[in-house]
């Protein structure tokens, strides 16, 4: 499906409204998980073993959302489709899904470990994040 967009980058605050959407969505599936482990295993999860289980699923859910939806609906998520921005590489081809899973680990690691992953906006012309930046992608306004 072509999409038309412009090469606009997106502003710092779609970008942040899509992301709140898509975490809204995240939690959701997390939870969901969480509670078919919990049935599963009779228990809640509470050993140190179990609960670096859950931190792990937490992250493979997350980067496993992203990938589903940049590439099953042409570079966006639910939360990009809202707020009308996309995903593309840098050279404007298809994105690998290589580089998705890239792309989601740098901006969780930068996010949650470093808080420097949208700080980075503000350094460049281009409105890259460091997870856009590493990965060789951005984020465009489409209309």
Aim: charged content about 20%; overall charge positive; hydrophobic content about 50%.
């Amino acid at each position: 499906m072509n999409v038309p967009s412009t090469k606009t980058p997106a502003g710092i605050f779609r970008r942040l409204l899509a992301v709140l959407y898509d975490s809204i969505l995240i939690i959701g599936l997390y939870m969901s998980f969480v509670i078919l482990i919990t049935y599963l295993n009779g228990k809640a999860l509470e050993s140190d073993l179990e609960k670096i289980f859950l931190q792990l699923s937490f992250v493979f859910i997350t980067i496993g959302f992203f990938c589903y939806f940049w590439k099953a609906n042409n570079g966006q998520t639910l939360g990009m489709q809202v707020w009308k921005i996309r995903l593309i590489s840098e050279n404007e081809t298809d994105i690998e899904i290589k580089t998705m899973i890239l792309r989601s680990f740098y901006s969780i690691f930068f996010t949650i470990f470093l808080f420097s992953n949208f700080i980075y906006i503000f350094l460049n012309k281009e409105k890259k994040t460091l997870g856009d930046k590493l990965s060789k992608t951005r984020i465009i306004r489409v209309y």
